[in-house]
């Protein structure tokens, strides 16, 4: 990928990013616009995140771990059994996520494009 010629992997795709730190919830929206994708949320809880996956179409999920101590499995849940790929974003190590979702994406932050991408090949939405 050059410089300013970002992937269009996401266009059409509306992705929801579940994130409780504002600056880094819009440096992930910049990052899901740039590739292409609508940005549903982001959002700061688990319910809000909830809501959303009840009313719209959900191509792909980027979930932080901890939402200011409140966990996102309810939403991990809700999106493996909907048949929608996520991926875990968090600064903790991978092994403080849950056993149930050990297979799942994990990146660490701060993220970039190229992990992200890489990340999008691991859920296989390319």
Do not use: C
């Amino acid at each position: 990928m050059m410089l300013g010629e970002p992937s269009r992997i996401l266009a059409g795709r509306s992705v929801l990013v579940v994130e409780d730190q504002y600056l880094i919830a819009d440096e992930m929206r910049r990052m899901i616009e740039r590739l292409g994708g609508r940005v549903l949320g982001p959002v700061p809880r688990v319910r809000a995140a909830l809501d959303i996956l009840k009313t719209e179409q959900v191509d792909l999920a980027l979930l932080d771990v901890n939402l200011d101590g409140e966990e996102v499995y309810a939403v991990a849940e809700s999106l493996r059994a909907s048949g929608v790929p996520f991926v875990f974003i968090t600064g903790y190590d991978p092994w403080t996520i849950d056993s149930r979702f050990s297979g799942a994406p994990h990146l660490e932050k701060p993220v970039g494009i190229p992990a992200l991408l890489e990340a999008l090949n691991a859920v296989k939405f390319a």
